[in-house]
Nanobody, 128 residues
Framework: VQLQAFGGGLVQPGGSLRLSCEASGRTSSSYAMGWFRQAQGKEREFVAVVMWLGGTTYYSDSVKGRFTISRGNPKKTVYLQMTSLKREDTAVYYC??????????????????????WGQGTQVTVSS
């Protein structure tokens, strides 16, 4: 499975940006796709995840209410719509995929080690 992320860029505080990530290759029936981010000098952190079957989503507290993760159809694409962006959202954003074989509880998806495949990062810079 290969993941390719698109959509990063420079945006002013309060603005919006949409990231997309497309998966190619064979995926399982119970996979999940998520986003992590890593700011300069900090550890990579969970942002959001969506279960492909059923569409259940989880978000970190720092982005809840501002970011929306969604599935594309029919392509294996996941989107991250980011609104009300803040300077502290500046980071390299990575998409990641978990291949199951089943769905797990929320805390499982918060961990980097739960994901089997990673895309290249895309830079998001929030600055005036």
């Amino acid at each position: 499975v290969q993941l390719q992320a698109f959509g990063g860029g420079l945006v002013q505080p309060g603005g919006s940006l949409r990231l997309s990530c497309e998966a190619s290759g064979r995926t399982s029936s119970s996979y999940a796709m998520g986003w992590f981010r890593q700011a300069q000098g900090k550890e990579r952190e969970f942002v959001a995840v969506v279960m492909w079957l059923g569409g259940t989503t989880y978000y970190s507290d720092s982005v809840k209410g501002r970011f929306t993760i969604s599935r594309g159809n029919p392509k294996k694409t996941v989107y991250l719509q980011m609104t009300s962006l803040k300077r502290e959202d500046t980071a390299v954003y990575y998409c990641a995929a978990n291949m199951g074989p089943e769905y797990y509880s929320r805390p499982y998806y918060y961990r980097e080690g739960s994901y089997h495949y990673w895309g290249q990062g895309t830079q998001v810079t929030v600055s005036s």
